[in-house]
């Protein structure tokens, strides 16, 4: 049965096995030991860590030479074997200490870069059929802060991360011995929005970006632990999304990019943090994916739009539309310019306040005549609990969640940010109204606030998205 499947299919089946089963299946002869063995080393793992971690989970080798972390000395032998190297496709480094099971804590010691792993980064380029680089950051940063006497203790800081992208970007950005011709593909996971312009400013961060037709960001941004309702104001998550994403990383690849996601490991994002996508634009984007995006504008959905010559595939993970705001002056330059406010108050604070009209119900009509290539589309909440929303985005099933509207407030903690679903009535339930309509109280004034409620759209939502899937999957079985 297995020899007569076509051996594509049984390429696929074997992607699907754990490590100790691929090595079993080597065993059963020779033809499928081939297979095997090209899946088992397509993908090379690297940790950063003293103890080290199996790179292929098998048992400690008591040849190892001990000064060299363990990782990286298999690393290095896989890269020494002339069998195996050219099997490897995709390395993916590990910046984090994978015994440490909780990267929520923050008294950690701060890491310093091992010499063998910096070595290790600097010599990827050595893998001849190299395909894809992955780079696995901690999702706890902070940048120092001369303003104040106390610093947030990480222990993956910005020098630190400095050197590591440095160390990477100087092996991805090899001569004419080391090609590469293959490579395409950078994903980095837990960048933080903080980025030293030595990385930017450095010799190999453009060569780079040259070679890339695919590029997936997730962003890791800072918090305030003592207040977390500042986190939307730490400078770094504004100089990302404001500035560096578009001019730093996507403005130099609108010419070649084919594959584009971009996701916030935390915090919301393109409301506030205020991100003008609209200043790029890729004539050959292929597949886009979004997570933690807001939306407040219909210019947010035409850029989408624009790309509809080319896209296929669209997917939103976690992205609200904000259905009212309660704004500060600097909140309303960027996104109301002109908009007036509806209460000053004797010491001269102005209250701003804009609902907005946008519906789902609106958009995914417009998905469906606007993107006429469009083969998988899904829109949903993956799986942000354990953090593997970014890895598994892929995944996302299309459904319909009680939060994909928000309001946004900007005079609460600890988060400016308020869903719609069923969880958050329990707790504000004194909100809704005679008809169960949710809503949350703005400050419209001195003393006075005012009840916004979240549509009530529940049906013509879901029979847009219903048709719209019936003609994404037409579109996408008429392909096979």
């Not at 298999?74 to 195996?84: A, P």
């Not at 949903?380 to 299309?398: I, K, S, T, V």
């Amino acid at each position: 049965m297995w020899l007569s499947l076509p051996v594509e299919l049984q390429r696929q089946c074997l992607q699907s096995l754990d490590v100790e089963t691929l090595r079993s299946f080597r065993l059963v002869n020779k033809s499928v030991s081939t297979l095997a063995t090209q899946t088992l080393f397509g993908t090379v793992r690297l940790y950063h860590s003293e103890q080290g971690v199996d790179l292929l989970d098998e048992e400690e080798d008591e040849n190892t030479e001990k000064e060299i972390p363990e990782s990286v000395q298999k690393y290095d032998n896989i890269l020494e074997d002339n069998s195996l190297r050219p099997l490897v496709r995709t390395v993916i480094f590990h910046t984090i200490d994978p015994n440490n099971t909780d990267e929520d804590d923050y008294d950690q010691s701060e890491s310093d870069l091992n010499k063998s792993y910096k070595i290790s980064l600097k010599n990827v380029s050595r893998f001849p059929h190299l395909r894809e680089v992955k780079l696995v950051f901690s999702r706890q940063c902070a940048v120092d802060d001369e303003t104040t006497a106390w610093t947030k203790d990480v222990a993956e800081t910005v020098c630190f991360r400095t050197d590591v992208l440095n160390a990477l970007l100087k092996g991805l950005c090899v001569d004419k011995k080391y090609s590469m011709p293959h490579f395409d593909t950078l994903t980095i996971q837990n960048l933080q929005d903080h980025t030293s312009d030595l990385v930017y400013d450095s010799l190999n961060f453009a060569p780079v970006l040259r070679k890339l037709k695919k590029l997936n960001l997730c962003i890791a941004t800072e918090s305030d632990d003592a207040a977390p309702e500042n986190d939307i104001n730490e400078p770094g998550c504004h100089k990302m999304f404001n500035s560096d994403l578009c001019s730093r990383w996507l403005a130099p690849l609108q010419g070649q990019l084919t594959h584009l996601s971009l996701y916030a490991t935390q915090c919301f994002w393109g409301f506030w943090p205020f991100c003008d996508l609209r200043t790029v634009h890729f004539p050959h984007l292929q597949s886009l994916s979004l997570g933690n995006w807001t939306i407040a504008h219909e210019w947010q959905i035409e850029w989408i739009l624009s790309h509809g010559a080319t896209v296929e595939e669209l997917l939103l993970d976690d992205c609200p539309i904000i259905t009212a705001a309660y704004l500060e002056e600097e909140q309303v330059a960027k996104h109301f310019p002109g908009l007036e406010p509806l209460y000053v108050s004797e010491r001269g604070w102005k209250i701003f306040i804009k609902e907005l009209n946008l519906r789902w119900h609106h958009i995914f009509p417009r998905f469906r005549t606007g993107l006429p290539k469009l083969r998988h589309f899904a829109i949903g909440h993956g799986d942000w609990d354990e953090q593997n929303m970014f890895e598994e985005r892929y995944e996302l099933a299309p459904r319909l969640i009680h939060d994909r509207y928000h309001i946004f407030d900007n005079g609460i903690g600890p988060s400016q940010w308020v869903g719609g679903g069923g969880h958050w009535v329990l707790s504000h339930a004194r909100n809704a109204d005679e008809k169960g309509r949710r809503g949350h109280a703005l400050n419209t004034g001195e003393r006075q606030h005012t009840t916004y409620y979240f549509p009530t759209c529940d049906e013509e939502d879901r029979e847009a998205l219903v048709e719209l899937l019936g003609v994404v999957e037409g579109r996408a079985g008429a392909k096979v």
